[in-house]
């Protein structure tokens, strides 16, 4: 059934223990073998796939209920007030403006016609202090390597010559004078696995060549840092820097952009904290930091002399983690109680204004804007209520309807429920479980359980179409907020890292227990799904309990859990992971995990799609296709083992919705056909 891969022996030695790596081989994304097998193993998915009857009925129902009108927040930029728009199945969102004289729109930018196959997309858009000039990044082939196109914005044309080799980078303008970006020297061999090590902080003048573009921080240092960044404030007084060797913690300089001849001041010279700032008044900064506060709090400090002893307390950390936001002459503290947003409204001094009522439970962003801006905007959604936009009124806390989207789908038919269930450890783990109203809990409702733990992320409510065809079709969609993840501060966090990881795998192996155990599902119509670092959660909760779910959906994953930190910027994970090279204990932790390293024979694991991207250059697809050749190798019974290996796509930003669409068509379908499902669960209406 499987193309044959073939095994090549390579021996690593790690104290004194060697690893075989029989495929090797397929890390060479650059080789013809690579692109052969590729080419291979998705002509035996697709087959498969194909025989699927209803796989066309999802698509077209995805594609039914994407089809809806979606606008982006605007925001005020010189003349013109700028908005995104999707008119339902775009591939990608539109750029418009309209002048502050008139309500007439404009369009300003489609990234639609970027690239004839929709996969050059836009990132970053920034603009001048007087907004006539704009500068715009764009993703080829889903690559995190970035171009800076700089237009004149009257005209939409370009006045000089495209930046190159940009990566992991925001744009920053200082006046009207040019602006300051991020990237690496670019590697030799492959630009889309070769290790990326130091970052580097460039000032780009306009009208002056890339070439002679001044290097700020970065290119000298002695330590290397992998993740550099540079903003200015909002009034051009100062250049605020960031350091970091993890995507954990981070250094923190300003420079004082007044100043002739200015150095760069320290404000934290170690990476033991997350800091930055998020304002600044003349000399006054405000710093949002979980240096001794590991939920955040909110400091002042004067940039004369910044460094902590200096600090004072403006707000002070809470039981709940903070994520801070300003405009208007305000700040706006969300809190996340129980992966769910509370927004309270502070004046500059530190005094609580008010507590901004929600329209519910769920997720809520925004309150940003400029300080002179008079009126702010904020989106809210859960997983059954897809996101509107909301105009804000700063001074009396009022709000109204700006946006709500014309969708196909019936909210008032679904219900999301928190619940706590206890991890292994005895540790009370927080849950949501959404699903269509009245579902019988017989075990045989079809669930996608979902997870991430890692990296300090949270995931709150929100609303997806994917999930919400699934739950049409009587699915359950269940996400627990498992250790590693940032819902509840930085101790949460390092619970689920290095020595720690596998209370993750503990964390989501009970969640799933949970939801057999109160009959939401059973192991035959239980799905585990996560991406990314998820990928690894699902890859390493399958090798270490194969009997758990019926199938397996780990995307994009970190699989490889002796050679990440070869591979482009993995060696920043080590935070979270730690590295085969660290110590003995350290390299027996993660080949005790590692989901490659532990495939074993004759065991039945549970039917897998794995799915990654060739141009995948964040976690190289290298991962995803050793996992796949061991489960493929040493999978017994009838589940099938498949890798669909998007073309032309990269870790997932930018994704044209075409193609997320057809992806989670196969994803569902497979996930209905293991689950024993010869017809939907629940008929489409036609």
Known sequence: ??????????????????????????????????????????????????????????????????????????????????????????????????????AVEELFLDPNTFSKDGTTSLGTLSFSENGKIAAYSISEGGSDWRKIIIINTTTKQPIETTLVDVKFSGISWYKNEGFYYSSYTKPTGSQLSAKTDQHILY????????????????????????????????????????????????????????????????????????????????????????????????????????????????????????TLTSGANYFFANYMVNAVSKVLQYNFNGDLIREITLPGLGTVSGFSGKTKATE??????????????????????????????????????????????????????????????????????????????????????????????????????????????????????????????????????????????????????????????????????????PTLAKVALPAVGVLDMLRYHTFTAGAGWAYDYGTANDSLEMFKYLKNYSPVHNVKKDTAYPATLITTADHDDRVVPAHSFKFAAELQDKQTGKNPTLIRIETNAGHGAGTPVAKTIEQFADIFSFTLFNMNFTELPHKLKK
């Open 376 to 545: 702010l905007y904020f989106s809210f959604t859960n997983y059954n209520t897809p996101a509107s936009l909301y105009k804000f009124n700063p001074k009396n806390g009022t709000y109204k309807i700006y946006w709500q989207p014309k969708i196909n789908f019936n909210n008032n038919n679904y219900t999301s429920k928190q619940v706590f269930y206890i991890a292994k450890d005895g540790t009370k783990i927080p849950m949501i479980i959404t699903h269509k109203k009245g579902i019988q809990l017989n075990g045989k409702n079809p669930t996608i359980l979902y997870g991430y733990g890692g990296f300090n992320v949270s995931l709150t409510p929100t609303f997806s179409i994917t999930n919400a065809v699934w739950m049409e079709q009587g699915g359950v969609y269940a996400v627990p907020n498992l250790r590693g993840g940032g819902e509840f501060g930085k101790k949460w966090h390092n619970a689920g890292t290095k020595l720690q990881k596998q209370n993750v795998f503990n964390d989501f192996i009970a969640a799933a227990e949970y939801l057999i155990n109160n009959n939401y599902t059973s192991s035959n119509y239980l799905a585990l799904k996560g991406g990314s670092n998820g990928g690894l959660l699902v890859g390493a909760v399958i090798t270490q309990k």
């Open 203 to 322: 000032y780009h003048k306009l009208g002056t060549s890339q070439k002679n573009d001044l290097v700020i921080f970065g290119k000298t240092d002695a330590e290397k840092h992998r993740y550099i960044g540079g903003y200015v404030t909002e009034d051009n007084a100062y250049l605020v820097i960031t350091a970091a060797i993890s995507t954990s913690g981070n250094k923190l300089f300003i420079k004082d952009l007044s100043a002739k001849n200015a150095t760069i001041t320290p404000i934290i010279n170690t990476v033991n904290s997350d800091t930055y700032v998020a304002k600044n008044i003349g000399s006054k900064l405000y710093l949002v930091t979980n240096l001794n506060a590991p939920n955040k709090k909110v400091v002042t400090v004067n940039a004369a002399n910044p460094t902590p002893e200096n600090w004072v307390n403006c707000i002070p950390e809470t039981e709940n983690v903070l």
């Open 1 to 102: 059934m499987y193309p044959k891969t073939k095994k090549i022996p390579v021996i690593d030695t790690y104290f004194n223990t060697e690893i075989t790596d029989n495929y090797r081989w397929l890390e060479d994304d650059k080789s013809p073998e690579t692109a052969a097998w590729v080419k291979a193993q998705n002509n035996v998915t697709f087959n498969y796939l194909n025989q699927i009857n209803y796989r066309t009925q999802l698509k077209s129902r995805l594609s039914e209920l994407w089809n809806y009108e979606k606008i982006g927040s605007p925001s005020k930029e010189g003349d013109y007030t700028y908005f995104s728009k999707n008119n339902g199945l775009q591939n990608h969102a539109v750029i418009y403006r309209k002048h502050n004289n008139t």
